[in-house]
């Protein structure tokens, strides 16, 4: 055997060898590789429990900057390559998403991607003005205090749903309602135009039919009772009160209408420079009810007016007290000593407007 044929013969072991160890290399790398691309997938990337709002036309700079400021990610560098691979940098949605303690980047991208939103709880109460709705539900809801409140000039949409400027109140009932944060004025206006069907059924239909009255009379009634006592328990004595003198053609003279056509809510004494004051909602002019609520009332408010207490009141006075309770008459002449008795208490605390 020659020289070369020999050096030929051990020459390929050696390739052999190189190829195996290259090979084993490769592996060992594309393993390690393959595991770390499974944590970016897999393992658990959210740092601090976190709600990310994405506001309209927001882009994926603006989306990973917010992550980053807060902190809320265990690796960036995993959850860019999930998005990445997932085509989420091109297909950005706004909302309000909640970053659960446990999610991985595989979750986080999908929920982001889908526009998987947690739906957001909205409360709205004790409002008198519309300017107070529109303030309380634009914390909740992308849209702002400006496009709310405009729903309430805009007298086309409002004929629409079956409403005047005066009467679109009613359309609004206090209560919780989830929505998401991506909901329009329109969008809330329409669910709530939804929800109002819903809570006037055939029952509560019948009893304002049984009252001659319309649902949006009975909030309006119910809007008046709510200003006139705080005392829940009072409620369907106040509500049969009011119904008593509307049945007998009387003046409402419901002093919250008169502190509603003033504009101011915190008057504690009505003088009688403000019964004079010219308004169809001052019910110490005109007969009846005023055109609309004035203010938006509770569902208990609501009922107690479909639910009245059945009784021969027609005058109401605030105990001397200032308990938030009532004296109530039946004649003149005993609600003018409860009367007196309130002024005079009024009086002693120096209590003049």
């Known amino acids: 055997m020659t020289i070369d044929k020999k050096n030929k013969i051990m020459m390929f072991p050696k390739i052999g060898k190189f190829i195996i160890i290259f090979f084993s290399i490769a592996f060992i790398v594309a393993g390690i590789r393959a595991y770390q691309l499974y944590r970016y997938v897999f393992e658990e990337n959210v740092k601090n429990e976190y709600i990310l709002i994405i506001p309209e036309n927001a882009n994926y700079a603006q989306v990973t900057d917010s992550l980053t400021a807060n902190e809320v990610l265990v690796n960036l560098k995993a959850f860019k390559w999930v998005a990445k691979k997932k085509n989420y940098p091109v297909a950005v949605k706004p909302g309000r998403y909640h970053f659960e303690k446990g999610m991985n980047s595989n979750q986080i991208v999908n929920m982001l991607r889908g526009g998987l939103q947690e739906p957001v709880e909205v409360t709205f109460n004790n409002?008198?003005?519309?300017?107070?709705?529109?303030?309380?539900?634009?914390?909740?809801?992308?849209?702002?205090?400006?496009?709310?409140?405009?729903?309430?000039?805009?007298?086309?949409?409002?004929?629409e749903y079956g409403f005047t400027p005066e009467t679109f109140r009613a359309m609004f009932i206090p209560n919780t309602y989830e929505f998401y944060w991506t909901t329009t004025a329109e969008e809330f206006a329409d669910r709530m135009k939804t929800e109002y069907e819903r809570f006037w059924n055939e029952e509560r239909r019948a009893k304002a039919a049984e009252l001659n009255l319309t649902p949006a009379e009975v909030t309006t009634l119910a809007?008046?009772?709510?200003?006139?006592?705080?005392k829940k328990e009072e409620l369907p004595v106040v509500a049969g009160l009011y119904i008593n003198r509307l049945k007998r053609g009387q003046l409402l003279q419901a002093d919250p209408t008169v502190k509603y056509a003033v504009g101011d809510f915190s008057l504690k004494r009505i003088l009688n420079s403000h019964l004079e004051i010219e308004s169809p909602y001052n019910t110490y002019k005109y007969v009846g009810l005023p055109p609309g609520p004035i203010n938006f009332p509770e569902i208990a408010s609501v009922d107690a007016v479909l639910n009245h207490q059945k009784h021969n009141y027609i005058y109401m006075c605030a105990k001397p007290d200032f308990s938030g309770y009532h004296n109530f008459a039946s004649n003149l002449t005993d609600h003018n000593r409860n009367a007196a008795a309130y002024r005079a208490a009024l009086n002693a605390n120096k209590i003049y407007q």
């Open 127 to 159: 409002v008198h003005f519309k300017e107070d709705l529109a303030g309380k539900v634009s914390k909740y809801i992308q849209a702002d205090s400006l496009s709310l409140l405009n729903l309430f000039y805009n007298e086309e949409k409002i004929k």
């Open 223 to 230: 809007s008046i009772v709510q200003s006139e006592t705080a």
